[in-house]
């Protein structure tokens, strides 16, 4: 079975990790968001995309989620005694991400190509693309302005109420070159448990058209988000936070949606909305839990 992924943060890797378990490098595309991209110290981070290469080349931080395992905080701290800004937390290790990738971007090199160099590097057999070569920016509208994604998520700890979000540069980003045509090859695609407002939204908007099924693994579960801000934002949005409400979210391109077995109530509200569902256990706290969701979930893609 040929399977696209779209994914961001951490969520979206444990799915992509536990798809990459059961489908070859020729099954499996991963398409990541680089809406989170950013600036600092010089250096350009792209936090998703380095989330999803960590996981699945078994490097990443277990308990974060996001950067290296076994780091050490050497230069953060050391910058830190200087007075330099240290609320964005690099790692020793991954600051080398963040060099050799500044580096080469300079250069001129796509994105693309740094990250396809870098998962042969760590030993990562599966395609794993950013959504574009072209840079695009999350911006979130807030009661105190409108901020930078990584001021607003991280610096701020998601602490202004959002307004809203824009996506900076969406209009001229094109999706990068061989997404459209995975997608093309592909039985199906899979929105993995990641933050539909940040993290999936941007990937729709550049990849603009998807003609085959739709899966999307609900990232909210009984009303609360496993990890991050999408409950948060739903409320303050005005949308009660639930998982009903992320199937609505993608109402129009879904065939099928799953459900964590705490929302089984929801599966008629699901299926009035033309979408079949899918109820299991969709929590990934254990690395052995991501293998079982992945294959309860090309189950159910077998089954539409
Ligand atoms: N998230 C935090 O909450 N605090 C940090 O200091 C932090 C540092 C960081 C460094 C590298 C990286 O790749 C990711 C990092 N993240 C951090 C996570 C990241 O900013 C967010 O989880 C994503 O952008 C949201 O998907």
Redesign the pocket.
């Known amino acids: 079975m040929k399977i696209v992924a779209l994914a961001?943060?951490?969520g979206?890797a444990k799915m992509a990790h536990g798809l990459a378990e059961h489908l070859s490098s020729k099954e499996l595309t991963i398409i990541v968001?680089t809406g989170?991209d950013f600036e600092h110290l010089g250096l350009s981070?792209?936090?998703?995309l380095?989330?999803v290469c960590?996981t699945l080349a078994g490097l990443a931080n277990f308990e974060?989620?996001?950067?290296r395992a076994n780091e050490t905080w050497n230069t953060i701290s050391n910058l830190e005694k200087l007075g330099g800004p240290n609320?964005?937390?690099?790692?020793d290790q991954?600051i080398a991400t963040?060099l050799e990738r500044t580096r080469r971007l300079k250069e001129g090199q796509p994105l693309s190509r740094i990250t396809k160099d870098f998962c042969k590097a760590w030993g990562i057999h599966h395609m794993i693309l950013p959504m574009s070569d072209t840079p695009v920016r999350t911006m979130v509208n807030t009661d105190e302005g409108e901020l930078a994604?990584?001021e607003y998520?991280?610096h701020r700890?998601c602490e202004p109420k959002v307004k809203g979000f824009r996506f900076d540069g969406i209009d001229s980003a094109r999706p990068v070159v061989g997404a459209i045509d995975a997608i093309d090859k592909a039985d199906a695609v899979v929105i993995c448990p990641?933050?539909p407002w940040?993290?999936i939204d941007p990937i729709l908007k550049v990849i603009k058209k998807i003609s085959k099924p739709v899966i999307a693994i609900s990232p909210i579960i009984g009303g609360k988000t496993v990890k991050?801000p999408a409950a948060k934002m739903y409320e303050e949005l005005g949308i009660e936070p639930s998982a009903l409400a992320v199937a609505e979210h993608y109402r129009h391109l879904l065939t099928g949606y799953v459900l964590d077995q705490v929302d089984s109530e929801l599966q008629e509200s699901v299926n009035r909305l033309h979408i079949k569902p899918f109820v299991t256990d969709t929590l990934m706290n254990h690395l052995t839990d991501r293998a079982r969701l992945a294959n309860d979930v090309l189950h159910f893609i077998g089954s539409l």
Do not use: E, K
Not at 45 to 48: A, E, H, N, Y
Not at 64 to 67: A, L
Not at 87 to 91: C, S
């Open positions: 961001g943060g951490v979206g968001n989170d981070i792209s936090p998703d380095d989330t960590y974060t989620g996001w950067g609320w964005f937390r690099l790692g991954d963040h994604f990584q998520f991280v700890r990641s933050n940040v993290s991050g």
